[in-house]
């Protein structure tokens, strides 16, 4: 089991520790329902220093990164990030991962924790062709996640750059928490604002002490994973190994928008052909008409108590008060306002398909 940088101390704050894709990380500290409400009105701080991190270099970094992922990173400027996936040869997702373009010819990938070994043998068998430099920088680098409405205003005063100005999927090499180089970065996968900071494993609790002395007036928490899943699910973003894998098509996970044809890239001519045709099953949105909570895995239903799919992620949503979850069906049942059923141990509960995401703000 893997510890991060702040393993010791998220244990002296009494956190629930965990393993979560072989490291030992902070479920919860006081409850996934305060957390989550910290998060949504005012700020917290996730420590995800599992995640992995690798910075693509030289002169065939794009070629490569054109490759291996399916949307169109020749897009990226210098100081702009993008939300793609790793389409595998067979229809399904190695991993989806955000694109940072650094400077002209670098560029930093951010890979799950669950499959750092497994991403970068994949990019590194394309890379023959390519021969661009590439550096595992994963076990090195600590991330921490400062999310929240209040997160810019709270953190003003750790660095010279204007943090309201840092646009969504933008970010800055910058100073912060008296770190002369971090990346601050605006891709929150929360809904509710804030940015991410890259730093060395060695400057982190540093940073993580500055961060809660800034944020004490308003409010700041530190929040665990648990959290983090309600707040993502609430927007309806899709978790790796639950809402896509490698068997699910980005297509049909509904990650049409980030799979551009325009270039060719690993198994691009048959997700076009997908895309054409129309998928025969859709990832969809859907809330519970009735009490209950949908969990990973239960069983979908028709009105006749068929199984048409199954639920990849659920839970008690703690901002609308009612059960939501997201799942695979048929196409034919995924139009918005059709209803399901999820069987929820004996009882088979409805549901109605919702437009994403659950959360409006």
């Not at 070994?117 to 600590?142: E, G, P, Q, V």
Request: glycine fraction near 10%.
């Amino acid at each position: 089991m893997k510890n991060t940088a702040l393993t010791k101390t998220h244990e002296q704050l009494g956190a629930k520790m965990v393993p979560f894709a072989g490291y030992n990380m902070p479920v919860s500290y006081e409850g996934v329902n305060v957390e989550h409400e910290t998060v949504r009105n005012g700020v917290g701080v996730f420590d995800v220093s599992h995640m992995g991190e690798f910075l693509i270099s030289g002169p065939g970094a794009l070629d490569l990164i054109q490759k291996v992922t399916s949307n169109d990173a020749s897009k990226l400027t210098i100081g702009r990030a993008q939300y793609s996936c790793l389409p595998n040869e067979t229809g399904g997702i190695v991993d989806d991962l955000i694109v940072y373009k650094i400077k002209e010819e670098q560029y930093l990938l951010v890979v799950n924790a669950s499959n750092i070994d497994k991403d970068w043998a994949h990019i590194s068998k394309y890379n023959t062709d390519f021969k661009a430099d590439m550096r595992n920088l994963s076990d090195d680098y600590s991330l921490l996640a400062i999310q929240g409405p209040k997160a810019v205003e709270a953190m003003q005063s750790l660095t010279s750059v204007d943090l309201s100005q840092i646009k969504f999927y933008h970010f800055e090499v910058a100073d912060f928490a008296g770190i002369e180089y971090v990346i601050i970065s605006a891709t929150g996968y929360t809904g509710s604002g804030g940015f991410e900071i890259y730093c060395k494993n060695s400057e982190v609790q540093q940073v993580w002490d500055k961060v809660f002395e800034a944020g004490v007036d308003f409010g700041i928490k530190p929040i665990g994973l648990a959290a983090r899943d309600t707040l993502r699910l609430e927007m309806g973003y899709c978790l790796y190994g639950n809402d896509i894998n490698d068997e699910t098509s980005p297509i049909e996970a509904g990650l049409g928008w980030i799979t551009k044809f325009t270039k060719d890239f690993v198994n691009s001519e048959a997700l076009e052909k997908e895309k054409e045709k129309g998928p025969e099953r859709k990832l969809i949105g859907f809330e519970l008409d009735e009490r209950g909570i949908p969990r990973h895995d239960y069983d979908i239903v028709d009105a006749d108590g068929n199984k048409i799919g199954i639920v990849t992620s659920g839970t008690m949503s703690p901002s609308l008060g009612k059960g939501i979850g997201l799942g695979y069906v048929p196409t034919e049942f995924s139009a918005i306002g059709g209803k399901i059923h999820i069987q929820i141990r004996k009882n088979s509960v409805p549901a109605t398909v919702v437009k994403l995401p659950f959360y409006k703000g």
